[in-house]
Structures are given as C-alpha cells and as structure tokens.
C-alpha cells in the first residue's frame, strides 16, 4: 500500500518550455490574424489541446498553411529549409525555439565548413532533423553505433561533435568515450549540448533512487527527456514507470507495482496540472498518504526573456 510520495525537484516544465508557450501566447495577444504553429509546440498532449482551443491551428508541414501565414517554429528547431519555404511563401515567421536549441545550431553553423561533424542524438526526434539540417552530419544514437561509422570518418580531416539536448547524461558520456577510442584526434567542443533541464531532472531521479522503490515520470512517449528519466530510474528501479495523464492511472494496476514510497517526477514538457491531477488522483486512491518535496532538493532558476520583435 502506498504510504509515501516523495516529489522530485527539479520537475516539469523548463525555462526553454515556458518560453515557447509564452511566444505563442505573447503573438496570439498581438495579432488577430489566424496562428499556425509547426508542430507540437512542446511534447505534451494537454498544452497542445490547450492552445488549439485557443484558436491555434498545429500542422505538420509548412505547405498546409496558406502563402502569406503566420506560422510559429515549436521548441525543438528547425532546419534552414523551413525557414527557407517560409521565406519564398512569404510568411510571417514566429520562431519560439528553445535558445538553448538554438545554441547548438550556431555551433552546427561555426563547424560546417571545416569540420566533420558527429550528431549524438535519436532519429526522427524534432531536435535532431533540425539540428541535422544545418550541416552534414554523421548520426549516433548509440555506443555501438560509433563502431559502424569508422569508414566515413576521414583522419586527416577535423572531427567534432555536437548532441541532442535531451540526452541520458550517462549513455552519452559513454558514447563520447567510444568517439575518442576510436576518432582519438576528435575536437571535443567547449561544452556539451545536453542543457542544465536534462541534466538537472536526471540529477533529481538519481539522488531520490535509493529512498524509494519505484519511480513514476509524468510525461508523454514523444518526450524525449521523460523517456531518459524513466530509463534512468528503471536501471537501479525496474518497477519504474511513465504515466501520461490522470485517466491512464488505475488503482488495480498500481496495486500491482507493491509501491510502498514512489518518487514522483514529470518530463520538461509536462505541465504542473497534469502533476497536481496525478497526485490528487493517487490521493483519492491511498487518502493516508503523504507528500513531499524531496528533501535537498532544488528550484529550477532558469528563465529566458522574449526577444522585442516576435515575428519577422
Ligand atoms: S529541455 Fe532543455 S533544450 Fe529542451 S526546451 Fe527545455 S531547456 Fe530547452
């Protein structure tokens, strides 16, 4: 029976999340004209609901908006050839990227023309097809992977590498490790591109693992970072799992797990009602438990300011 429920923090939405959904909520106050957002602004199910609510149309591709829209980049990125397409159907372009998204990028920009470049990161996210479409760049996903590439690096030309910012801080440390084995003449970048969020939440997982016997992440499958917390905690904490809503919770099925203490945690695209909706739930189904923030943990102090100008 559960007894206690220790809450991770940091938790829940980041600074580069907030920012996205504030560049929409700041350009939808400023225009009438009809919003399309490229899309899911964030990975989260409920922002977006929310915000198509709101009146805001989510495509997939630019080319289902009219020539001459105003169309929002979501928090992820993207490639030159979107703006591009933007630009030639003369469309007002929002770009709500996460700057820290946007860092990698520049990077990507600076390394084009001289360097070889290593993208550690996984297929088909968001992130990495942006990222990737700044240069030419070699895919790793994992350990293994950077065996498989030996024959498309070139020695005797610059090698670098750049990363996802929603990676397992572990597995890519690893995956550096083998790009230095096998590539030793690799220029290591002055810092890695996993962002203070990521790093920040695994932190929070990893110090509550020894004090619980499970963990649950709040957060959807697209998210990146969710899945990276729940794979953290399922290697010391098999019994650990990823809820995406109050309604997939049922109290047969977390009978099942035998969780005496959980240690709740939420992906960087989780908002604090889907949190607050999930613990009232487990309430309601245990009212003897107790909650509690984690002791020792920390506030996510992080904030980005909009820029003046929101479309250009
Ligand atoms: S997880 Fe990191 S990179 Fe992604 S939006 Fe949040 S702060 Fe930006």
New binding site residues.
Partial sequence: MLKKIYLANPRGF????KY?ISYVENVKRTTNEQLYVRKEI?HNKRVVEDMKKNGIKFISELNEAPDGATVIFS?HGVSPEVVEYAKKHNMKIGDAT?P??TRVHRKARKFKDNHQIIYIGHTGHDEAIGTMGEAEMILVETVEDVGKIKNRIDPSKPLTYLMQ??LSVIDTKEIVNKIEEFFPFVEHPEKDDI????TERQEAVDQMLDHVDAIMVIGAENSS?SMRLVQLAGKKKPGSFRVSSAEKLSKAEFEERKISILGVTAG?STPQILIDEIIQKLKEFYPESSVETFPGSREDS?NFRLPAQLLK
Wanted: glycine share 6%.
């Fill in positions: 980041c600074a580069g999340v996205a964030v928090a996460c820290l998204v910012t929603t962002c203070y969020a990521t970072n960087a992080m």
